[in-house]
């Protein structure tokens, strides 16, 4: 697993597998959420498979499939909500944690009224280069 700290509570990956669940809850994560959508990956990873085992090991497990047309206001919102509403640790993942970090990044803007700086910088701390998402988040941030 490649577990990258975004955040406070919030933490993305790339694809996990029901076999890494036992680890995420014993590194005191609260919640996971998914923003794979099942389509992309073959059903032994696919997000039924890792709910099973998030239940197993007394996670919350939530499904919100992202893609760059379903990056909505409503999404930015559900997933700001799902991650406060853990009360702790956050890990969410997707193909590389980049749509978890996007989601991220776009929700802080829209907010907190954290500069867009900041937001970058976070991202690149956790690896991801989101600088292209600078005017977007700008324009978030003046709302």
Same mark, same amino acid.
């Given at each position: #697993?490649?577990?990258?700290?975004?955040?406070?509570?919030?933490?993305? $990956?790339?694809?996990?597998?029901?076999?890494?669940?036992?680890?995420?809850?014993?590194?005191?994560? @609260?919640?996971?959420?998914?923003? @794979?959508?099942?389509?992309?990956?073959?059903?032994?990873?696919?997000?039924?498979?890792?709910?099973?085992?998030?239940?197993?090991?007394?996670?919350?497990?939530?499904?919100?499939?992202?893609?760059?047309?379903? #990056?909505?206001?409503?999404?930015?919102?559900?997933? $700001?909500?799902?991650?406060?509403?853990?009360?702790?640790?956050?890990?969410?993942?997707?193909? $590389?944690?980049?749509?978890?970090?996007?989601?991220?990044?776009?929700?802080?803007?829209?907010?907190?009224? @954290?500069?867009?700086?900041?937001?970058?910088?976070?991202?690149?701390?956790?690896?991801?280069?989101?600088?292209?998402?600078?005017?977007?988040?700008?324009?978030?941030? @003046?709302?």
């Amino acid at each position: #697993m490649d577990i990258r700290h975004v955040d406070e509570s919030y933490f993305v $990956s790339p694809q996990i597998a029901p076999e890494d669940v036992a680890a995420i809850a014993a590194a005191g994560f @609260r919640a996971i959420i998914c923003n @794979r959508p099942d389509e992309e990956i073959p059903p032994g990873i696919q997000a039924e498979a890792i709910a099973e085992a998030a239940r197993a090991q007394g996670l919350a497990f939530h499904v919100l499939p992202l893609t760059h047309q379903t #990056m909505t206001p409503e999404n930015i919102a559900r997933q $700001s909500d799902l991650v406060a509403e853990a009360g702790g640790k956050v890990l969410a993942y997707c193909a $590389s944690g980049t749509r978890c970090t996007v989601i991220w990044s776009l929700a802080q803007a829209l907010q907190t009224g @954290r500069s867009v700086d900041e937001i970058l910088a976070k991202a690149e701390g956790a690896g991801y280069a989101l600088e292209a998402l600078r005017p977007q988040l700008e324009a978030l941030s @003046r709302k």
